[in-house]
């Protein structure tokens, strides 16, 4: 799915999702038709009486699809000359995943290791790339570059003025068009920010993860051990909206700042519920930076001091509340310490005016710390001082940082008589997941957690969600083995936020 994100786009993506359902029709077709005794089937002990409504796998019981390994070969053919990195991840799922005995298959500390030696090719590689280039050539390069950021800073700029246009009017069915209608409607679509390499694409078979969503909608299916799940029945009395079918068929834009405003086709009650599903849009950092640098430049008082407009939809989350940061600072962030410390900066900035005192930053290992700091550049500056060594040899133990703030906050509560007013607190760590310091001990993390909790709720008069820990994951790999095994009990004291790179925002 990435490799097709980022070779093909958004369209390739549906494209390649329309294409592996077809496979999947055509074989539970034939399993329901003619053969009852199918591999995939067979392989899971199933019978004619257990047939699956639908599927959701790569194979067909035996082997890879025709469909799948068929697509990849599509990929291949259409690779930039500039990505030395699709190929070979394309190259290590074929060979090295997508295989039929389990036992042949790369182990996931292998496929971590097998990721690094790609990143670090593909960095060697472009380093040769541009020192080799010639001084026409980068002179180009460097032009159409600055162009494109020109570009992009206009497209994100008259994002912010067309949210109060009215939207373009499509021109109604069955009427004769002009051509300077049609060349009307056409300039009215609105240019899409330019895509970037790094940005998580939501998965286009749900709806985004709106805060506020009024309708109900049907579960669908969900990949298990056995490669599919049965799609349970929808037993709510309210009939299944026309936003939630018309959405399916027409996908979500990514990159996109705002809604698409121009025609898509969808009807007048439809573009209501689009409209009042959410005042929330989401956006990536940069894009959150972005903004958050206009709106700086634009708000300076005549003191000449920054006045950051305050977010409403943080503001329900980190209002009167404690926001301390957690860095991970070993020597496996090294290669991400950039954008850890661009992304903690950003949040900062973000969350600015949500913490009355100003958040506190702490890193795991280095005993340097800010208290009641609300200026992001100090946070960047310590952020420079701790940087950690490649081969420094120091290690994460998340326990033991978590075991000092919690002592801390226990300790703040226990000596305080008005407990009711204490602020709840938000622990947000930025790691890769590769805790290598406690390597036998964690699974000691989550009654950690418990603990506190039972501690905090004996000792608080008026306990309600009083603590809150966001776990953002920095890394440009994905840890399988380690994905932050803290989705445990205490729904209502905390919640977990697993992110790739980059982390989306609500403004």
């Known amino acids: 799915m990435a ?16 294409v592996r359902r077809k496979a999947l029709e055509a ?11 199918h591999p995939l089937l067979v392989s899971h002990g199933l019978n004619a009486n257990s047939i699956p409504r639908q599927l959701d796998c790569f194979h067909n019981g035996s082997n890879v699809l025709k469909e799948v390994t068929s697509w990849h070969a599509l990929l291949r053919a259409s690779i930039r000359k500039t990505d030395p990195i699709t190929e070979a991840v394309l190259a290590l799922i074929d060979t090295k995943m997508l295989l039929r005995d389990p036992e042949k298959r790369i182990k996931s500390a292998t496929l971590c290791e097998e990721l690094r030696r ?44 067309e949210e109060s246009r009215e939207p373009t009017q499509p021109i109604p069915p069955g009427l004769p068009t002009t051509r300077h209608a049609l060349k009307a409607q056409l300039e009215g679509v609105p240019l899409q920010k330019t895509s970037h390499r790094f940005e998580t694409l939501p998965d286009l078979r ?114 009167n509340r404690d926001i301390k940061y957690l860095v991970d600072d070993s020597e496996s962030m090294f290669d991400h310490w950039d954008e850890a410390t ?4 950003t949040l900062v900035m973000k969350a600015h005016d949500q913490d009355p005192d100003g958040p506190d930053l702490a890193f795991m290992n280095d005993s340097r710390d800010l208290t009641r700091q609300r200026d992001a ?70 009654p950690l957690i418990q603990n506190f909790y039972r501690q905090l709720k004996d000792d608080m008069e008026d306990f309600d969600a009083w603590m809150t820990i966001c776990h953002i994951l920095v890394s440009t790999i994905w840890s399988i083995t380690r994905c932050f095994p803290l989705v445990v009990t205490c729904s209502k004291c905390y919640w977990v936020v697993l992110l790739r790179k980059w982390m989306r925002w609500t403004r």
């Open 3 to 18: 490799a097709t994100w980022v070779i093909l786009g958004y369209q390739g993506v549906r494209q390649y999702l329309l």
């Open 27 to 37: 074989i539970l077709h034939h399993i329901k038709e003619d053969d009852h005794k």
């Open 118 to 161: 790609i990143i670090s090719s593909a960095k060697v590689s472009n380093r040769d790339t541009v020192a080799q280039e010639s001084s026409e050539s980068r002179e180009h390069r460097e032009h159409m570059e600055g162009l494109l950021k020109e570009i992009d800073n206009e497209v994100v700029d008259q994002g912010i003025e």
């Open 206 to 319: 749900t709806k985004p993860d709106m805060p506020t969503v009024a309708a109900n909608y049907p579960s669908i299916v969900t990949s298990n051990a056995l490669g599919f799940n049965e799609v349970p029945q929808y037993t709510d009395s309210q009939p299944e909206s026309s936003f939630s079918a018309e959405t399916r068929n027409i996908g979500w834009r990514p990159n996109s700042g705002h809604l698409s405003r121009h025609n898509t086709g969808l009807t007048s009650r439809t573009r209501k519920t689009l409209i009042s599903i959410s005042p929330y849009t989401y956006e990536n950092v940069l894009q959150a930076r972005e903004r958050l640098d206009r709106e700086s430049k634009r708000t300076i008082s005549n003191m000449g001091r920054r006045e950051p407009r305050k977010n409403k939809f943080l503001g329900k989350h980190f209002e």
């Open 342 to 345: 661009f992304l903690l900066e």
């Open 377 to 446: 550049k100090e946070f960047r500056k310590l952020m420079n001082k701790a940087q950690p060594r490649k081969d420094g040899g120091v290690r994460t133990n998340i326990k033991k940082s978590l075991e000092r703030i919690f002592h801390r906050y226990l300790e703040m509560v226990q000596h305080t008589h008005t407990k009711t007013r204490v602020n709840s607190l938000t622990i947000i760590i930025l790691t890769d997941g590769l805790w290598t310091g406690m390597m036998n001990d964690q699974d000691a993390v989550i």
